[in-house]
T-cell receptor, first 115, second 112 residues
């Protein structure tokens, strides 16, 4: 079974703090993703990474950065947390299934509250 | 703007009935299609994937794909209260990165 873990299930931070969200997968997947999910807005892609040290902006990268120094770990960084970054953050990794499909698997999520 | 549309629901069905969830997409060259189930407060869980026209069955779940009409559906047979969740449709674009475009989900309630 694919295993994607995230460092925290719940996190409370103050406005202006630097926040690190960690994600680890154990399936040797090349591709990893960070999303946020908000009611009425659905899943929105923040950043993704095709491989180690490679990253690309998603649809809403402003206020975020990422780091991928090792294949299994993909970190999301909130440089200076703001209240509008209160959200559920979801990490995902992706494999090629061998049947022509890239299947994406999610971690349990981190519910971040910025006060 | 490439889009994936789902009826938000809630879709309410009695226990034992067939639940039918639909999804339409705008990008004609989309290649692969996914259904995720998401329980309240949890992360999405992949339940079905399909890339060929026609039906694909897995247990009580059947995914149906019609590329000409640009829709994909999910049928849940013998619905159980434990199937009550939000079902997300996702479509992969045709480019090399195959990013997923997500629908907002359909809420399903299975009533005992």
């Amino acid at each position: 079974d694919v295993k994607v873990t995230q460092s925290s299930r719940y996190l409370v931070k103050r406005t202006g703090e630097k926040v690190f969200l960690e994600c680890v997968q154990d399936m040797d997947h090349e591709n990893m993703f960070w999303y946020r999910q908000d009611p009425g807005l659905g899943l929105r892609l923040i950043y993704f990474s095709y491989d180690v040290k490679m990253k690309e902006k998603g649809d809403i990268p402003e206020g975020y950065s990422v780091s991928r120094e090792k294949k299994e770990r993909f970190s999301l960084i909130l440089e200076s947390a703001s209240t509008n970054q209160t959200s559920m953050y979801l990490c995902a990794s992706r494999s090629f299934s061998g049947t022509g499909l890239y299947e994406q698997y999610f971690g349990p999520g981190t519910r971040l509250t910025v006060t | 703007q490439k889009e994936v549309e789902q009826n938000s629901g809630p879709l309410s069905v009695p226990e034992g009935a067939i639940a039918s969830l639909n999804c339409t997409y705008s990008d004609r060259v989309s290649q692969s299609f996914f259904w995720y189930r998401q329980y309240s407060g949890k992360s999405p869980e992949l339940i079905m994937s399909i890339y060929s026209n026609g039906d694909k069955e897995d247990g009580r779940f059947t995914a149906q794909l019609n590329k000409a009409s640009q829709y994909v559906s999910l049928l849940i047979r013998d619905s159980q209260p434990s199937d009550s969740a939000t079902y997300l449709c996702a479509v992969a674009n045709a480019g090399n990165n195959r990013k997923l475009i997500w629908g907002l989900g359909t809420s399903l309630a299975v009533n005992p």
